[in-house]
């Protein structure tokens, strides 16, 4: 008999992370003290527009102050530094964040790095990668937060258990590794130099798909009962119409897979809640 | 018929980079820089002693200056604090290390993370730890530094190639993975929380061992012309006389394993190679 999959409500698990945010925002609204966080968005890329405006509403919406700067596709590297260095002195900022990509001609590294790391809210700074390979307390990436959550959401105890991380990005794969080995799980990443992946992918608990290539996980990739976890999201063509697609071939994993998130409402939503959690821990930390 | 495995001479290979050294040495010496090592050692530590003055007598061996400061056992954090702000300041100490383990009483990390970057030969503070995560330049632990080269000894080309690391302590097996990483290994860290771990080292083309557990690793955990580098060193009683061995059972490893570190003689002479290689390298970022 074919195994009942449980879709993970990623916009309901997000809502109760918003929830606990917002009973937080109450008890500084007490003390006087309104968060802000900074965004700065370099150029016109559509979907860094689409994003960034995604999350000045989600601000808003919750009573977080947000300023979003728009810099000119043709500025400096140290004309975004230099904006950067103002907003790590503006006490009424507490997290700062660069809508990644950037143009070309930008130095992304040394854009990110001049993010003092108590305002990083992305937790993209070498300070905040360094404490979280040592599990020690700092500002971690969001995206991977959130896919511990919607895990634990299904399997509260992941101790012991195999994950496999595809993908090897700054942004989600890494920090997703770190965070899985820190709750005690045995970790491999597999990525595009790997051989033979859906060897490995067969024998993991839990998978955590952030490759950017659409429906790359297939049936046959997957253990009965994993957990899957589909940080993807890709527009493609297909019976004519668009459509959102994430790294996993959702329809094939259904019955298989003990569990996993649908694209989109899956992990979309946690990057932006834990955002905003971050910029919460920001203003603790600065207080 | 049974494979004629590779005994790698960690010695040797320590010996070319030691030379390495001493080259960039008299470039230095002619523009009149003595490189400096300071090592702190905190309390009476017959192991730690030993290990301080194995790292003088190579400092001095090659001419490099090296300054060991005893400090009392009961010392405090801030102590030692005091003294490590002293040397980042002096212009005649280009690396500075702290013997570990510290007694009990004092913060390990906080006395870490008070060592300048810059001068921080053992690679152990956030700001490396998150430069090499990053694939950043920085200085990298050096141990895991000595163990790459000893497996390209071997293997030049390890891109694709299953690694597993054995242990995910801050000092060998995190950032071994790290690296293991950079070089597009597919890489599984396993650790005491992991299931069946034979199950995994037997798919390993690579298998570092770093868990501190006496012939951990048996026959049956290996696959036929795997490299095995082993990072282990412990003293046990055998036969009635005591002995040194690593994680790896060796003997039982002969004959399946393509090439094998033996202890003593493997790892050990990489990691102080490494240090005064990550002396020089201090230097130059000086300069």
Redesign the interface.
Known sequence: MKRSSIIIDGRKIAANIIAEVERDLTDLKKKNIIPGLAVIIVGTNPASQIYVNRKREMAAKIGINSFVFAIDENASTNDVIEKIRQLNKDHNVHGVLVQLPLPDHVDT?AVINAIDPKKDVDGF???????L??N?DGLAPCTPQGCLDLIKSVTPNI??L?AVVIG?S?IVG?PMA?IL?HE?C??????S???N?EK?TREADIIVAAAGVPKLVKKDWLKDGCIVIDVGISRIKEHGKEILVGDVDFEAALGIAKAITPVPGGVGPMTISYLLKNTLKAVYHSL
Do not use: A, F
Not at 125 to 131: F, L, P, R, V, Y
Not at 186 to 191: D, F, M
């Open positions: 590294k700074t070498i300070e905040n990668t360094g404490k390979t040592l020690q101790r012991g195999n090897r700054n890494r770190s080995m005690d045995t970790v491999t990443v597999v990525h130099k790997t051989q992946p490995i």
